[in-house]
């Protein structure tokens, strides 16, 4: 499934500039270190922190995405960051745990 | 002794000038190019013998030592008229005059310029005061140029393989500069890392490793230093990623080293900082991992992985 997909199946809100990616996993954390050492390349990363450093962390991991989940309001310096590195941020109402069942329900997501 | 192998803060206050706090002119006679540091900074000699691929004519082990000034004039009344003690004299009098007027200016050493050396005479004079002599093929105006150029991590890549080149095997070496407490820039050294070494076209497993763990050392700087130099350097068997800061340094490394401890404040944990993972990450993910800490001045945490 792509990052394109992904957005139309669950209704995220696209903010950034990006190039659709195969993901192939789905990474949770709000602590920057976990994704930097358990996060895969081409995971979708699901986080509460909007500010401009998960840019750089999404970039070095190699995320496929980052989906910014409770209706977190994202800043412009995250977002403008994200599209000069071609990082697609997404955007939900939904609390991480209802995405997760919903991601969950979607295969062929696996971890 | 580790701090005579370490001296974080020498080693990278050179860089630290900022172009407001230099200037470039005439001295008062209008004969001399005149170039000086302001005053309270350093830079390393060895630092400005890499930058003019000079040569030793005679140094104890003491390049490591640092200098605040810069006179160059072929004047020794005006060495001893206007230069300030912890200086380097560039000049092209490559004579017994030199080194004495040096030494009564309170100088650290002369680097002599087109290539000049002195007699065996001035040497000794230089042995006995423990005055560093080098020698350098370039002009004045091209040794200026080039130790200004280095201070401002400016120097160009040359052919002749000056500064940038510590070794034949050496294929790059690029310093990068992180400000301590700038979460907005926080992550934009790994970036480069990462965009360079993918333009190098290195596998993308080594890559990540080496990104991961710059920027595992980047936040680190970010959350508790002053600021820091990043040296990365590649030769064709190893990426090595040197992360010298200005700081408060540890005062327990292997205490750090422990998974989940962290003196991160509450604030950096809120933007998903300060788990205590950063040093355990860059250990897994390099082949080879060195930290020297001194409390109150800083920590210097060099990375390598091999290719």
């Known amino acids: ?111 | 002794m580790p701090s005579s192998r370490y001296p974080v803060k020498e080693s990278i206050s050179g860089n630290w000038l900022g172009n407001k706090r230099r200037r470039w002119g005439n001295d008062q006679t209008g004969r001399v190019c005149f170039l000086l540091w302001s005053p309270g900074s350093h830079v390393e000699i060895r630092i400005i013998k890499d930058a003019l691929a000079a040569s030793i004519i005679e140094a104890e082990d003491n390049l490591n030592s640092t200098v605040e000034h810069i006179y160059a004039s072929d004047l020794m009344s005006d060495v001893l008229a206007f230069g300030k003690p912890n200086s380097v004299l560039l000049t092209g009098l490559a004579t017994q005059q030199a080194v004495i007027s040096a030494h009564m200016a309170e100088f650290k050493g002369v680097v002599f310029i087109r290539g000049k050396r002195p007699k065996d005479g001035s040497i000794k004079i230089a042995r006995d005061n423990h005055l560093i002599l080098l020698t350098t093929e370039l002009d004045m105006f091209d040794a200026c140029v080039r130790i200004d150029a280095a201070d401002r991590g400016t120097l160009p890549d040359s052919k002749s393989g000056m500064a940038t080149q510590r070794s034949p095997e050496m294929l790059l070496n690029h310093e990068m500069y992180i400000n301590g407490k700038d979460f907005v820039n926080a992550g934009m050294v790994s970036t480069e890392v990462k965009s360079i070494l993918k333009k190098i076209g290195f596998d993308h497993k080594l890559i990540r490793r080496v990104a991961i763990s710059t920027y595992e050392g980047e936040m680190n700087v970010v959350m508790h230093a002053i600021r820091a130099k990043v040296i990365l350097s590649i030769t064709p068997k190893v990426v090595e990623v040197i992360i010298i800061d200005e700081g408060k340094g540890i005062p327990n490394v292997d205490l750090a080293m422990q998974a989940g401890y962290s003196t991160a404040t509450e604030e950096m944990r809120a933007l998903g900082f300060g788990s205590g993972m950063g040093l355990p990450n860059i250990k897994k993910n390099s082949d080879e991992m060195k930290i020297e800490s001194e409390v109150g001045i800083g920590t210097r945490l060099e990375m390598r992985f091999l290719i």
Do not use: C
Not at chain 1, 5 to 30: A, C, M, Q, T, Y
Not at chain 1, 42 to 56: A, C, E, F, M, R
Not at chain 1, 80 to 106: D, Q
């Open chain 1, 1 to 111: 499934m792509n990052t394109q997909d992904l957005i139309e199946k669950l209704g995220l809100k696209p903010l950034s500039k990006f190039e659709p990616r195969e993901i192939n996993g789905v990474f949770i954390s709000d602590m920057i270190s976990d994704v930097m050492a358990g996060a895969k390349s081409g995971n979708l990363w699901l986080t509460v922190q909007t500010h401009k450093s998960i840019v750089p962390a999404a970039n070095l991991v190699d995320a496929a995405a980052v989906v910014i989940t409770s209706g977190k309001e994202v800043p412009i310096e995250t977002v403008e960051l994200a599209s000069k590195y071609n990082i697609a941020i997404l955007s939900t109402s939904l609390p991480t745990y209802e995405l997760v069942g919903m991601l969950y329900a979607l295969k062929p997501i696996s971890r």
